[in-house]
């Protein structure tokens, strides 16, 4: 039986919501990834900064845009050190400047990917997978894709249907 692993990051706090500001308890990418645990089975693992964002959303997008613009890969509090026992990996996260935030960069780069399956899962608030797929054809070497997954923030919640649809289609 495959082994998946479903690696995220996801902002709690203030978030845009439907076109304003809203304080999520758990964070939308969060809520995907456990439906895909759920559906398919499979490890958790959280992409965490040691230094955080900005508690306000404003800050927190201009922080992320800076990353982003000079290649930042911010330090995390845990690391993986390896995939291998996996054969299917999901990479979660909400969508930043029309990708990943670097932060899940920053894991990635460190992974051996030859032989896996990734798919990408993108929350966001109109953005869809942005530039994500492209974004880690570059980075995961070696892995086969699936077809990736948005979920529009605001709805993540009410999501779990589709969500399970398509990861037991992905595995």
Partial sequence: MAKNLIIYYSRKG???????IRNLTKGNTEIVAEFIQKAVGGDLFEVETVKEY???YYVCI?????????G????????????KDYDNIFVCGPCWWGT????????????DFSGKKVMAVMTHE?????SCES????ICKGASFGAGL??????????????????????
């Avoid at 203030?14 to 304003?20: A, F, L, P």
């Avoid at 930042?72 to 995939?83: C, M, Q």
């Avoid at 109109?126 to 942005?130: F, K, R």
């Fill in 62 to 70: 201009e922080e992320a845009q800076q990353e982003l613009r000079s």
């Fill in 135 to 138: 974004e880690l054809k570059k």
């Fill in 14 to 20: 203030e978030n845009y919501w439907n076109g304003s």
């Fill in 150 to 171: 948005s979920i529009h923030g605001a709805d993540a919640s009410k999501s779990e249907s589709k969500v399970v649809s398509w990861a037991q289609k992905s595995v």
């Fill in 72 to 83: 930042a890969r911010p330090e995390l509090k845990k690391y993986l050190d390896n995939v």
């Fill in 126 to 130: 109109g953005s869809g997978l942005g």
């Fill in 100 to 111: 990943f935030p670097c932060a899940i960069f920053t894991q990635l780069e460190r992974l």
């Fill in 54 to 56: 900005a508690a306000d």
